[in-house]
T-cell receptor, first 112, second 113 residues
Framework: AQKVTQAQTEISVVEKEDVTLDCVYETRDTTYYLFWYKQPPSGELVFLIRRNSFDEQNEISGRYSWNFQKSTSSFNFTITASQVVDSAVYFCALSYMGKLIFGTGTRLQVFP | DAGVIQSPRHEVTEMGQEVTLRCKPISGHDYLFWYRQTMMRGLELLIYFNNNVPIDDSGMPEDRFSAKMPNASFSTLKIQPSEPRDSAVYFC???????????FGDGTRLSIL
């Protein structure tokens, strides 16, 4: 069965610390896509990244980086030098039959 | 570019009333999704459409919920009669084809008293 697990319910860090959000997925599909979304306190859901199962290269975008490892079925998200504005709930999601299977989210609190 | 537009942003109504939530997807997107988010159950997919046709409504909680997409630029989610347990944030999202990312509206915060 398709499943996304975000074991970290809540993480608290102090500004400028690096933080990694874990995402582990289960799927029987050989071709699939993984996504990360951010939900800030204002409530909207913001798309961050999409990665397909054939591309295991890490991706970096500014302070954000993503590590996709098929061998461990993980798609982890690292924020370098965290800032207060990074405080949000972050969701990992897996594509399946045209829809997304979301994890339960990780709440990140960055304190000044 | 305009994103997904949902209305109203907030709705407060009494139990038993009919509630209609509205969504305008991004132009050119042929998939539309309705989600519900609560603290207890997280993000749940209620139903999704492809080219205005409902594809999977297995997440619709019960017959009190119905969704329509009369054309490519408009969808509604209706609850009749509403109950306090329907209180949640309802999101609409749309995407293009080929596993493109879904883009979400700002949501409708629904409170049933």
């Amino acid at each position: 069965a398709q499943k996304v697990t975000q074991a970290q319910t809540e993480i608290s860090v102090v500004e400028k610390e690096d933080v990694t959000l874990d995402c582990v997925y289960e799927t029987r599909d050989t071709t699939y896509y993984l996504f990360w979304y951010k939900q800030p306190p204002s409530g909207e859901l913001v798309f961050l990244i999409r990665r397909n199962s054939f591309d295991e290269q890490n991706e970096i975008s500014g302070r954000y980086s993503w590590n996709f490892q098929k061998s461990t079925s993980s798609f982890n998200f690292t924020i370098t030098a965290s800032q207060v504005v990074d405080s949000a709930v972050y969701f990992c999601a897996l594509s399946y039959m045209g829809k997304l299977i979301f994890g339960t989210g990780t709440r990140l609190q960055v304190f000044p | 570019d305009a994103g997904v537009i949902q209305s109203p942003r907030h709705e407060v109504t009494e139990m038993g009333q009919e509630v209609t939530l509205r969504c305008k997807p991004i132009s050119g997107h042929d998939y539309l999704f309705w989600y519900r988010q609560t603290m207890m159950r997280g993000l749940e997919l209620l139903i999704y459409f492809n080219n205005n046709v409902p594809i999977d409504d297995s997440g619709m909680p019960e017959d009190r919920f119905s969704a329509k997409m009369p054309n490519a630029s408009f969808s509604t989610l209706k609850i009749q009669p509403s109950e306090p347990r329907d209180s949640a944030v309802y999101f609409c999202a749309s995407r293009g084809s080929s596993n493109q990312p879904q883009h979400f509206g700002d949501g409708t915060r629904l409170s049933i008293l």
